[in-house]
């Protein structure tokens, strides 16, 4: 069969161009479990410091069973959308325990976090509807907006980052629009800064708006018992909408939902594009993620594993003479400055055995490349500190420390 040669040569000038760049983004292929350590191919053991595996869920025995028995009884997929024949009672069953687990009336799945956020704008907002996102929110809700915005003619701004003031003047400015969506991350996971939900929600409640939080990266890591931004301000029930993810911290295997009202979800499972034309997610993947909403039920402690193992490497990365970005989460970001700098520290540390990911534009600002470092519950003091002298050796050749 014969390809468009023009087309190609194209891609392979731009993808040139990448590597010219220092910013190529190469795969490495893992032959073991999501772990604390891996089986790198071509690398052997290496110490993982780049995955959301927050609680160490991956490869817990109890969650890895209760995928293989929903394997067993309920097959490989569905077969089907939802509405037609691809709803399964373990479908339900992740949904209550997820509404139960973050505080709602209701929670309907997606196959995908990124589905979720992508499905519930487009659905629920119309024209002559407002709303408004955090400058450094996730990449889905930002096409979700634009896809609302395509679908529906609603209209939309960007407040800064936190910035409390702006929003205000954003939703000021809409105060005309038949109704006003807020949308902002619990946790930011280039920064690994916390939303301040308490502020955000009294500003809504002030401008009659709805909130959204994106809990993807705070659902089983914030909180007493991990139940996301909400319970970390003590204000579990209080927030409208919440979308989030079972790819990180509940068992990281992947899918995603949105959780609020009984109505919602039941106009999401009517409405929504994701769900009326996806096939539903699969039982063994819904399997593995209620045992591991149950898991983290049962398991608070493992919750306070990951609270004390973020502390300590915080502590010891200052310590050693990095300068993170502040925070309390277990995401913790190293700024460098430019991409190339940021991949080339995770190559050398790599090198090293340790794998910590650079990240440079456009997934951060220009001038502000980081190797974001992720902690696990899974981690010992052992693993970090060796991830920690494998920081000091390689800062000190690049002259970072």
């Given at each position: 069969m014969a390809l468009n040669s023009d087309f190609t040569a194209g891609l392979e000038t731009k993808l040139q161009q990448l590597r010219d760049d220092r910013v190529y983004k190469r795969l490495n292929y893992l032959e073991s479990p999501q772990a604390a350590r891996v089986r790198m191919e071509g690398r052997g053991d290496v110490l993982i410091l780049s995955s959301n595996n927050y609680l160490g869920l991956c490869d817990e025995p109890a969650v890895v069973?209760?995928?293989?028995?929903?394997?067993?009884?309920?097959?490989?997929?569905?077969?089907?959308?939802?509405?037609?024949?691809?709803?399964?009672?373990?479908?339900?069953?992740?949904?209550?325990?997820?509404?139960?687990?973050?505080?709602?009336?209701?929670?309907?799945?997606?196959?995908?976090?990124?589905?979720?956020?992508?499905?519930?704008?487009?659905?629920?907002?119309?024209?002559?509807?407002?709303?408004?996102?955090?400058?450094?929110?996730?990449?889905?809700?930002?096409?979700?907006?634009?896809?609302?915005?395509?679908?529906?003619?609603?209209?939309?701004?960007?407040?800064?980052?936190?910035?409390?003031?702006?929003?205000?003047?954003?939703?000021?400015?809409?105060?005309?629009?038949?109704r006003r969506m807020v949308w902002t991350d619990g946790i930011?996971?280039?920064?690994?800064?916390?939303?301040?939900?308490?502020?955000?929600?009294?500003?809504?409640?002030?401008?009659?708006?709805?909130?959204?939080?994106?809990?993807?990266?705070?659902?089983?890591?914030?909180?007493?018992?991990?139940?996301?931004?909400?319970?970390?301000?003590?204000?579990?029930?209080?927030?409208?909408?919440?979308?989030?993810?079972?790819?990180?911290?509940?068992?990281?295997?992947?899918?995603?939902?949105?959780?609020?009202?009984?109505?919602?979800?039941?106009?999401?499972?009517?409405?929504?594009?994701?769900?009326?034309?996806?096939?539903?997610?699969?039982?063994?993947?819904?399997?593995?993620?209620?045992?591991?909403?149950?898991?983290?039920?049962?398991?608070?402690?493992?919750?306070?594993?990951?609270?004390?193992?973020?502390?300590y490497f915080r502590e010891r990365i200052v310590e050693a003479g990095f300068a993170p970005l502040p925070g309390e989460t277990p995401i913790i970001p190293i700024i460098v400055g430019e991409t190339a700098a940021a991949i080339l520290m995770s190559d050398l540390l790599l090198d090293e055995g340790v794998f910590a990911t650079g990240f440079g534009f456009p997934v951060v600002p220009q001038g502000q490349a980081r190797v974001r470092c992720q902690i696990s519950a899974a981690h010992t003091t052992d693993d970090l500190d060796q991830a920690i002298a494998a920081f000091v050796r390689v800062g000190r050749k690049l002259k970072v420390i």
């Open positions: 069973s209760a995928g293989i028995e929903g394997l067993r009884q309920y097959g490989a997929g569905t077969g089907s959308v939802r509405f037609i024949c691809g709803t399964f009672t373990i479908h339900r069953e992740l949904e209550q325990a997820l509404a139960r687990f973050v505080g709602t009336d209701a929670s309907m799945s997606f196959v995908s976090a990124w589905n979720a956020n992508e499905g519930l704008t487009a659905t629920v907002l119309e024209e002559g509807d407002f709303v408004v996102s955090d400058a450094l929110n996730h990449a889905s809700i930002i096409d979700s907006i634009r896809l609302a915005k395509a679908i529906t003619k609603c209209q939309s701004a960007v407040y800064k980052h936190v910035d409390l003031a702006d929003l205000r003047d954003k939703l000021q400015s809409a105060r005309g629009a038949k930011f996971s280039m920064e690994g800064s916390i939303a301040p939900l308490p502020d955000l929600l009294q500003i809504c409640k002030d401008h009659d708006a709805i909130l959204v939080v994106d809990d993807s990266h705070a659902t089983g890591v914030l909180g007493q018992t991990g139940r996301g931004t909400a319970e970390h301000f003590g204000m579990l029930g209080e927030v409208d909408i919440i979308t989030s993810t079972l790819g990180k911290a509940v068992g990281g295997a992947a899918g995603g939902f949105v959780a609020g009202s009984s109505a919602l979800c039941d106009y999401l499972t009517q409405r929504s594009r994701p769900q009326l034309f996806s096939n539903a997610l699969p039982p063994s993947v819904a399997a593995s993620a209620l045992a591991a909403v149950q898991f983290i039920e049962s398991h608070p402690a493992r919750v306070q594993a990951l609270r004390d193992n973020a502390r």
